[in-house]
């Protein structure tokens, strides 16, 4: 069954896979990671707030996107984002976007939806007493959430989010569509140039395999170091 | 099979995204390219096409999930390890690279005479996208029973022991109903999950929903009337799940939890 693979095309493509197709895939991750925790942190003080339409509008935002498959969110932004960026800079014609720029924008905003529910539930686990000393010490909300509830609730959640992150890792194969070269789009790329559609599949799917794996063993060790004795 | 690709790879040319855009809302009214019907009959087969993929894979999903999820909390060492390695497999591959893995890489690895009744099956994008995604998903769906199962208090198993049941009739007639009730909102979302997943198979040459919207974009070049009609019917569909769950757990509610009153 192995008898007529051709292994080599894995080694001939190794530096295009990796340092052109793996690149592009951790900078998309890592910085759609950031990206959408801050989004997604901000949208989660906005629910969380008490001011009714802050909130009504943060959770019509959240409930929106999180019932929308993702392709569909990339295509739109895909078309959208040239759009957009003609309105806020007032150009004449849609700006120019880059296939980069496009999806990582998209992942933003798509994964801060997630992103706001793990922080939100991590916000909502920290006791009133926090918060409630913080403000008779004479510290601001603003101080309060930087200083006190934030770090906290960053502290208890960050195995969850770690694990959304993992998924975002995988989920950043769906630029695809786009046909981006990410390390699936290299690979595909490969494959069809050079018919090796089997080796480079199995290939791909085994560095995904790998990657998540050791990511997911990473976290499980984290969760048993970080936790907090009460 | 080369033929499945093509619509995804073929690249988004530059120039149509660059000019001024026309709104045009009676688009969807007007004959679509193909002698079908309108725009509008092209999104709805897509709708339907989406719903008939999604239920045949929440039907695997939960199939193969109840299995593994039960061997994942059997006393046996064995059958917890095997659970553990099928969970393990499914969810640290992206769902793009599995169906890739059935689609292309399955019929080139089998016999011959098995690999040409592949490719040649009608329908096959269909039922690679149920299959794939039920796969994936069965491994959600028992991540989330074993945590079902595992909510359950020890005294459920014991008594059911006590009284004579097998590990097989404890399983069916305790653990199960009880656990099943109790991980019914958690699997609502993993039902919506499978809903959304379905558009991934766009890449094996399925045309759903988002591939209709996508060749509606194409072929009229109205891209924005064409996402947001599958934009609101993917709100429908989850607005329909959602509201048929909520009555399911209401009637089902087990008496004496806080759900059941």
Request: a positive charge; hydrophobic letters at 55%.
């Amino acid at each position: 069954m192995f008898s007529n693979f051709d292994f080599d095309v894995i080694r001939r493509s190794f530096a295009y896979l990796f340092l052109d197709g793996m690149t592009f895939t951790l900078t998309l991750t890592g910085l759609s990671a950031v990206g959408g925790l801050v989004f997604g942190t901000l949208i989660a003080l906005m629910r969380l707030s008490g001011l009714t339409l802050l909130g009504r509008i943060a959770g019509v935002y959240v409930d929106f996107m999180r019932s929308l498959p993702l392709v569909l969110v990339i295509f739109w932004f895909y078309f959208l984002v040239p759009y957009i960026g003609q309105w806020l800079t007032g150009a004449a014609r849609p700006i120019h976007v880059g296939a980069f720029a496009s999806s990582l924008i998209t992942f933003i905003l798509f994964e801060a939806a997630y992103f706001s529910e793990i922080m939100r539930a991590g916000i909502q686990s920290i006791s009133k007493g926090q918060p409630a000393a913080s403000y008779a010490l004479g510290l601001t909300y603003s101080q309060t959430m930087r200083y006190v509830v934030l770090p906290q609730a960053f502290r208890n959640m960050l195995p969850i989010l770690l694990t959304q992150t993992i998924v975002l890792f995988q989920d950043t194969s769906l630029v695809y569509v786009l046909s981006i070269p990410d390390f699936l789009g290299a690979a595909s790329k490969v494959a069809q140039r050079d018919g090796r559609l089997v080796e480079m599949y199995l290939f791909a799917a085994l560095v995904y395999f790998t990657m998540s794996c050791a990511a997911s063993f990473g976290v499980r060790r984290l969760q048993a170091r970080i936790a907090i004795v009460r | 099979m080369a033929f499945a690709l093509h619509g995804c790879l073929r690249h988004i040319s530059g120039s149509e995204r660059f000019v001024n855009y026309h709104w045009n809302w009676h688009i969807f009214l007007e004959p679509a390219p193909g002698g079908t019907g309108t725009y509008l009959d092209m999104l709805l087969s897509g709708l339907a096409l989406t719903i008939e993929t999604s239920l045949l894979a929440w039907i695997i999903a939960l199939v193969f999930g109840s299995i593994v999820g039960v061997m994942r909390t059997l006393p046996s060492k064995t059958a917890s390890w095997i659970g553990f390695g099928y969970v393990e497999f499914f969810r640290n591959m992206p769902l793009l690279v599995q169906l890739f893995l059935w689609f292309f890489v399955l019929p080139e690895l089998v016999p011959r005479s098995v690999g040409l009744w592949l490719k040649q099956m009608p329908h096959a994008p269909f039922y690679t996208a149920a299959i794939g995604i039920g796969l994936f998903m069965s491994a959600r769906v028992a991540e989330q029973l074993r945590a079902g199962i595992g909510s359950l208090p020890r005294g459920q198993k014991m008594a059911a022991t006590a009284l004579g049941l097998t590990t097989a009739q404890a399983y069916v007639y305790i653990l199960l109903p009880i656990a099943f009730r109790i991980i019914l909102p958690p699997l609502t979302s993993e039902f919506l999950n499978t809903i959304k997943n379905t558009a991934v198979a766009i890449t094996i040459g399925l045309v759903e929903l988002t591939g209709e919207a996508r060749a509606m974009q194409e072929f009229s070049f109205q891209v924005f009337e064409a996402f947001t009609a599958a934009t609101l019917m993917y709100l429908a569909i989850n607005v329909v799940v959602v509201v048929a769950m909520r009555l399911l757990e209401r009637s089902v509610a087990i008496p004496g939890t806080i759900a059941g009153k």
